[in-house]
């Protein structure tokens, strides 16, 4: 318990000084709006289990639901805009509400520590649940993004939980442990789809503990009994929407599910014929899987060692990993690995995670694969609880020192956080950028930043959704090269650009080339960069890229 009030006091802590991230405005809203309306718009390719999570201490501070956020449509545009007008111009302060619907966040992340060290303590011993639970603790991914109103860390926790209920009914075979699977298969799928992962963990965790009377009857039997109860979680985290799954006549009210649906892929050309024979109206559990169906089978911008790409890179989470995990915990993890391999309950989740995730497209953050973290940290502290070295001891007080030291030191700029081989978070941008360093969390430290210098006007490129108006008193646009060799003047006093357009990551790759190999008097939270124009290396670099020199 002391552990789990320690990570509240640290995320709590930290996360007051941050701005929201590029996701949260679109979140809040969403969650208050289904909440007080009924009505789920923004951005539905996400299901609303952390939303109406997040939502529920809005309600005691009775915020005005904007008519911009009630009409919000399902495009990105339409989903920062109900964000905005939400957040910022609202009768409860922008900070109020963000911290409001931060704290249940933080309440799943220290559920999912209790519930991690409760479930080792049970199945490998209290040495094991106590080395997991404080390397799991420690990690600065998991401090950091445990705080964000984003469904990374309540996926996570759902999906531990419907594997280890499932191992529960695996070991035990009572009803109320299959049970147990069902609602929280359903939670996790509630949470988030990339939660589907667990089919294929459930029916390997059943394979290797009944391999040698393997049952098909049973296996189809239990598993029916869990989808029917994980099925009817998710029907119900959906309630308001119920009526558009009874059958519709052709021209009844409402838009028909197939005018709804992402066709671009079979999931979504089938969920279309499926719902045009049944009369089915546009649901949003159906409509949301299809566009996640065709965001995980296409592109997106992504960053990695200074490359830039839409297709992603097979190496890119193992190596996100590797560099922005504390050594300590990486030397657990493999100094774990002779002892506690053949876990399946472990070793399972890890592995068909972690090959969906190589095989994916959507490289742009190690968030991501948040929902293997309790696994491997339940690894290393079974493995390790299960060393025979005459130096075990010494070795976990190692290794616990130094991710303890890494983690401590990071504080509060955990989202940035890079280890001691990679060079710390001032070399990040050299490997990784977008939610790995920058999600747009420290604009209100660049407002702190402003004030201290006497408020004076920041040429400003911010990768975030939160109006720079709110937080600093004189911003500008700063221009891009093209605007700069048309002449652009720059009128302000400093120039201040979030790392991930820095590196040309959706802009245009060279727009502030010219920029990157300036030294910055400044790293706002190491995300954002801020240079004195009047500084002579940004003259020389400002007058190569213009052919003038800046002006006032």
Not at 262 to 270: K, L
Not at 474 to 487: F, H, K, M, Q, T
Request: overall charge positive.
């Amino acid at each position: 318990m002391l552990l789990a009030g320690l990570v509240a006091a640290v995320q709590t802590l930290s996360i007051r000084k941050e701005s929201q991230t590029w996701d949260e405005g679109f979140e809040i809203v969403g969650g208050y709006q289904y909440l007080t309306t009924g009505e789920y718009r923004p951005s539905i390719e996400n299901p609303p289990l952390e939303r109406i999570l997040e939502a529920i201490p809005l309600l005691f501070l009775h915020p005005e639901l904007k008519g911009q956020a009630a009409s919000a449509d399902n495009t990105g545009g339409g989903d920062v805009a109900a964000g905005l007008a939400f957040l910022y111009k609202n009768r409860v302060p922008a900070d109020t509400l963000l911290l409001a619907a931060r704290l249940p966040m933080i309440a799943v992340t220290v559920g999912l520590l209790l519930a991690l060290a409760a479930w080792c303590r049970r199945r490998f011993g209290a040495l094991a649940a106590l080395v997991a639970a404080v390397l799991f603790a420690l990690d600065p991914t998991v401090i950091a993004h445990g705080r964000y109103v984003k469904n990374d860390m309540t996926v996570t926790a759902t999906a531990f939980l419907a594997v280890i209920a499932w191992d529960w009914f695996l070991r035990s075979r009572t009803g109320l442990a299959l049970a147990a699977s069902g609602i929280s298969l359903g939670l996790a799928l509630g949470s988030k789809f990339s939660a589907l992962f667990l089919l294929p963990v459930f029916l390997l965790l059943y394979i290797f503990k009944n391999w040698r009377a393997f049952s098909l009857v049973h296996f189809l039997k239990s598993f029916a009994i869990v989808s029917v109860l994980a099925a009817a979680v998710l029907l119900l985290l959906y309630a308001p929407y119920a009526g558009m799954l009874l059958p519709h006549a052709r021209g009844a009210p409402g838009l028909p599910l197939r005018e709804a649906v992402d066709q671009s892929t079979v999931f979504g050309r089938d969920v279309a014929w499926i719902g045009s024979r049944l009369g089915w109206r546009a649901h949003p559990l159906f409509v949301g899987l299809s566009q996640f169906a065709a965001h995980g089978g296409g592109s997106h911008p992504a960053y990695l060692l200074g490359h830039r790409g839409s297709t992603g890179w097979w190496y890119y989470f193992p190596f996100a990993f590797g560099i922005k995990t504390p050594i300590g915990s990486i030397a657990a993890i493999l100094l774990a690995m002779p002892f506690a391999i053949s876990e399946p309950v472990l070793v399972v989740p890890i592995v068909v995670f972690g090959a969906l995730s190589i095989i994916g497209h959507v490289d742009i953050g190690l968030r991501h694969i948040l929902p293997v973290y309790p696994f491997l940290y339940a690894f290393a502290g079974a493995g390790l609880a299960r060393m025979r070295w005459r130096f075990r001891s010494a070795a976990i007080v190692l290794v616990v020192t130094a991710a303890m030291i890494e983690s401590l030191a990071a504080f509060p700029y955990y989202t940035a956080f890079f280890n001691v081989l990679a060079g710390g978070p001032k070399n990040g941008p050299k490997y990784l950028v977008d939610s790995n360093i920058d999600w747009g969390q420290d604009l209100k430290r660049l407002g702190r930043f402003s004030m201290e210098h006497g408020n004076p006007p920041i040429c400003t490129t911010y990768f975030g959704t939160a109006p720079t108006w709110y937080y600093l008193h004189a911003p500008l646009d700063l221009p891009s090269v093209d605007e700069i060799r048309r002449g652009a003047a720059l009128e302000c006093d400093f120039a201040a650009v979030s790392v991930t357009p820095l590196e040309g990551v959706y802009v245009p790759e060279d727009w502030f080339s010219w920029l990157r190999d300036v030294p910055p008097m400044a790293r706002i939270g190491y995300s954002i960069y801020v240079w004195d124009v009047h500084d002579p290396a940004f003259a020389r670099a400002y007058a190569n890229a213009s052919g003038q020199s800046p002006v006032r």
